[in-house]
């Protein structure tokens, strides 16, 4: 009994007759301010619009509450078919998953909506028919030579720079004197702003005689 008042009470979570254009648009919202930094949008605000606009598309009045996994799987067969690869597939039908989780959190769908999307699995290599991708590999050090000359000194810096420490281009491109500590032998850079800095996580970048 007291399952059956739990099952009961989940069922009527959220507005049942909430549709996913209307969802889309609540989400849209959260992601818009979550999203951004300095006040613009950023590459996962854009990312995220891109994963969500087939579901619109596709299923704009479907009943938030009745997308399941067999509604993901033809969204993912679309993705397929729009020649889209394996990889930026399972980025994007992991962003609708993330997008549904949030509208479970805003108790405007029920939790089993996103417990039961959680059963599709990623595509996996060699097991579907999506497009595979080459890996992506370091570039040569001969190419990179040869621009060189081509470039600004400040960008041939930059460019020498990224490849003898691994830095990102947007932390090099951001280095500022004031977030170097020069103590030591080997310096070491801390950018105030980095990747993994919404995680909590710290970023130190050795910088070794050639960098400096």
Request: aromatic share 6%; net charge positive; hydrophobic share 35%.
């Amino acid at each position: 009994q007291h399952t059956d008042r739990q099952t009961a009470a989940t069922s009527m979570i959220g507005d049942p007759s909430l549709t996913i254009v209307e969802a889309l648009l609540r989400y849209n919202e959260f992601a818009r301010t979550y999203y951004s930094k300095d006040g613009l949008p950023t590459k996962e605000f854009v990312e995220m619009g891109l994963a969500l606009r087939p579901v619109r598309q596709l299923f704009g009045t479907t009943l938030a509450r009745e997308f399941g996994p067999l509604r993901l799987q033809a969204l993912r067969q679309h993705m397929i078919d729009s020649g889209l690869s394996r990889g930026v597939i399972n980025n994007r039908v992991h962003r609708v998953k993330r997008c549904f989780r949030w509208l479970v959190s805003e108790q405007l769908i029920p939790s089993t909506v996103y417990e039961a999307l959680r059963t599709v699995d990623g595509l996996k290599k060699g097991r579907s028919t999506a497009r595979e991708l080459p890996p992506v590999t370091p570039v040569d050090d001969t190419d990179v030579d040869a621009i060189l000359p081509f470039v600004s000194p400040q960008v041939s810096a930059m460019i020498q720079l990224q490849r003898l420490t691994g830095m990102r281009p947007c932390e090099v491109v951001i280095l500022r004197q004031c977030e170097i500590d020069m103590a030591h032998d080997i310096w070491v850079y801390e950018p105030g702003e980095h990747k993994n800095a919404w995680r909590g996580h710290d970023r130190k970048i050795p910088i070794g005689p050639k960098g400096q």
